[in-house]
Nanobody
Framework: ELQLVESGGGLVEPGGSLTLSCAASGFKFQYYTMSWVRQPPGKGLEWVSS???????EYSDSVKGRFTIDRNNANSTLYLTMNGLKSEDTAVYYC?????????RGQGTQVTVSS
């Protein structure tokens, strides 16, 4: 059974940093494009970043230069390092299989940016 379990969220002050992790199981992780998507309060899902199975990475304009997506295929884990956090980054963050908003998503982890 495919499982995606996100962790690492929390409350952080503006300008701070967090690293999210996503533990994947039940599928051949190394062959999948993986993405991070988020849902701000009261809004729909929005794509944040993708790490393609061929090796390329892509970011939304809103996070480019501040966030870094990475993956460890040996332990089937996806990461999102977030620096320079802003209040508008407040959202539930999900990892997902595939590009864009993805096909399968985990339960999410809450990130709140507030002073």
């Amino acid at each position: 059974e495919l499982q995606l379990v996100e962790s690492g969220g929390g409350l952080v002050e503006p300008g701070g940093s967090l690293t999210l992790s996503c533990a994947a199981s039940g599928f051949k992780f190394q062959y999948y494009t993986m993405s991070w998507v988020r849902q701000p309060p009261g809004k729909g899902l929005e794509w944040v970043s993708s790490f393609y199975s061929a090796g390329g990475r892509e970011y939304s304009d809103s996070v480019k230069g501040r966030f870094t997506i990475d993956r460890n295929n040996a332990n089937s884990t996806l990461y999102l390092t977030m620096n320079g956090l802003k209040s508008e980054d407040t959202a539930v963050y999900y990892c997902a299989t595939g590009s864009g908003l993805g096909t399968n998503r985990g339960q999410g982890t809450q990130v709140t940016v507030s002073s």
